[in-house]
Nanobody
């Protein structure tokens, strides 16, 4: 059974950093494109960043370019999102997604940026 489990969220002050992790199991992780999405209260879920199956191609939402870095470790079936210079508008539930022939989602991890 495919599973994605996010961790690393929490409360951080503006300007701070967090590193999110997404551990995959039950499917061939290294064959899947992976992405981070986020959903703030009252808003639609939006793409934050994506990474190719081999990790050699990435893309970012304009709002996070230069602040967030997506990466993956295929040997450990894990994807990461390093978030620096966090802003209050980054507050949301962050989800990881795996896509190839099927699409899988994690349960989400809350990130709150507030002083």
């Amino acid at each position: 059974q495919a599973q994605l489990v996010e961790s690393g969220g929490g409360l951080v002050q503006p300007g701070g950093s967090l590193r999110l992790s997404c551990v995959a199991s039950g499917f061939p992780f290294s064959s899947y494109r992976m992405s981070w999405y986020r959903q703030a209260p009252g808003k639609e879920r939006e793409l934050v960043a994506g990474i190719s199956s081999a990790g050699d191609g990435t893309n970012y939402a304009d709002s996070v370019k230069g602040r967030f870095t997506i990466s993956r470790d295929n040997a450990k079936n894990t994807m990461f999102l390093q978030m620096n210079s966090l802003k209050p508008e980054d507050t949301a539930v962050y989800y990881c997604q795996a896509v190839r022939l099927k699409t899988y989602w994690g349960q989400g991890t809350q990130v709150t940026v507030s002083s």
